[in-house]
């Protein structure tokens, strides 16, 4: 990796999120929380539809900066806008980018992430910490 500079872009990465993906994101994080696959739940408490994990929103966000490279040394968001998962065989397109915003003294880079669901932005300040590789 060449030496960063503020306001180089990382690749954008477009990740297509199914239902089928939800059940098996659950399985794995054992967060089997009926908004996100129980549309009648889900309506009754407000949702549009079922919804995508937060951290599953978060962990594919977080794909930008370790396909780009690094050792991951904090990363951060918050959740602001849910990623309805419809049921059909289409599912949610979350697109997520990604630039160098800073490099900082003790050599490592903050990434300022962008993802986003029809059009709009799901993560409020997302931003990781890395170290490049030498």
Known sequence: MSTPQVGDPLPTIEV??????L???AGASLDFNPIHWNERFAREVGLPDV???????????????SDWGGELVDYSA????????????KGALVE??????AVNDDGTVRIDLTAKFDG????GKPVAVIRPRS
């Open 23 to 25: 059940v098996r994101y």
């Open 78 to 89: 918050r959740f602001t806008r849910p990623v309805v998962v419809p049921d059909d065989d």
């Open 51 to 65: 919804i995508a994990h937060g951290m599953l929103t978060m962990a594919i966000a977080g794909r930008v900066v």
């Open 96 to 101: 997520v980018s990604g630039k160098v915003g």
């Open 120 to 123: 709009k932005t799901v993560l």
């Open 16 to 21: 297509t999120l199914t239902r089928a993906d």
